[in-house]
């Protein structure tokens, strides 16, 4: 029984031990504190880095696999060991070691196809036009890439797993995610295409105009926890024996966390509210003259905040890492991976919007609704303290 | 009430979603999934169709049927049939070459209708990809064989 109990303890706590263990092996080594604070810190930014990445990629398959199940196919599933080899070793080495013509039917149910992905991106023509402006057109893609890594600094990911722990992470990671927006027009301007440059015009008012919706949502998970750090908002949550998650905090959570995901799904540009790429009004709008590795960066930075959005959505309402049972970070990753999974069966089910629906959408429905929502909280808030004395 | 049409819709998706995983097969309304996985699953071809022409032997002799009476190279549109016979003994023509570019061919079947001597058939074979042009132009020998392919770069 001890000894399950120990095994339970090493799962349960694993990272933040590994981290103290890993963190006082440098000290006996006689680093001096700033160095082990450093270390650890590249170490953390790293693993969390080379995590979100395997994670993206697979997400990517994912999406492919059940879009394609919505619509009554298999998806992706043919990518298979042979091919790969082709294009790494060529086909003459290949057929020279015996056996290999049977890796042909060696397809893992398509888990290769991020890789075969990968390959088709490094590996095809990379265009500028004549009149892009060069320095604009290259940044583009991979400013919206960083920016979308920049919030996970902030995230939680269990009790002690967090990057820093800022005492504004909310703020922090709501100004984080404006960069994106720069980042679009850089690429709708330096394109010099009319398509790219209507499709990032619409792309800035679609995410200023939700931005505040989105903002005003936050503040309710901010008001309930009485702080502005992801932790503390996390740690708010733990109530109930970790069920006290702030969307059943009826009705403000709830709806907090509609507003907040219905922003998150127009902040990421993807259906319904994908109209800034919408294929037969403007071809496809920001990303158009991008081709090969550059495009490629867009379609990771999107997926990036994918991931970045479900982890914050996770962390404000649904409780973090909080949860019976279950280790923190099993808890927090099933929770982030349902959003992911929402926003693909979203993506499979709606059509697109239209312009003026999409903002007046934001505009008069949902901002409005999300100040009633604060202030019925602030309210709340204000009765309950009242009735405590 | 406003979003009932969204759940709605979620709610067919997830039924597509849940319905490819019925084992393949729904007894009523035939496959879930409608993706045939070509190289491995083939759907059945009609009795009819129509692939590349292909030479048919008398069953008694195994000899082949064409008597080079040229009906065949006249009726081609895309005049891809080219036949070079000379007169044997008796009245009989010799079939010195006949080749059928697939290349040119458009798989009309205009040769096989109008063949009055049972030599000449649409086959169902209609995997024909090669490397050179030059595969493509086949001779009487490789049209009677129904399934043989030429040469080392077939893939």
Redesign the interface.
Known sequence: MDFIRQVWDFIYNFFPDASAWLASVLRGWGWPGWGVDLAMMIVSAVLILAFIMLVMLFITLMERK?IG??????GPNRADIQSLLVIALGRQRLQKIPGSRFLRHLRLWGLLQPLADAIKFLTKEDITPRAADRPMHLLAPIVVTFAALLSWAVIPFGKGMVGTDLNIGVLYIVSVSSIAIISLFMAGWGADNKYALLGALRSVAQMVSYEVPMVLSILVAVMLAGSMSMVKIAEAQGALGGMGWFIFYLPVGLVAFLIYFICAVAELNRAPFDLPEGESEIVAGYHIEYSGLKWGLFYLGEYFNALAVSAIATTLFLGGWNGPLLPPYVWFWAKAGFIILALM??R???PRFRVDQLMGFAWKFLLPLALVNIFVTGVGIALLQNLVK | MYGLG?VK??L???K??L???RFGRDPFRGK????V?YPEERLPLPPRFRGRPMWLRNQQTGEPNCTGCSVCVRACPHGCITLVTHMGEGKKRVVDSYTIDLGNCIYCGLCADSCAFNALAMSHEFELAYYSRENLVWDGDMLLGPWRKKGKDSD
């Open positions: 059940i199940r919505v619509q009554d196919r298999y069966w979203l499979a089910t709606l | 969204i819709g979620l067919v998706t997830l597509h979603y319905q490819t995983y879930a999934i409608f993706t996985q």
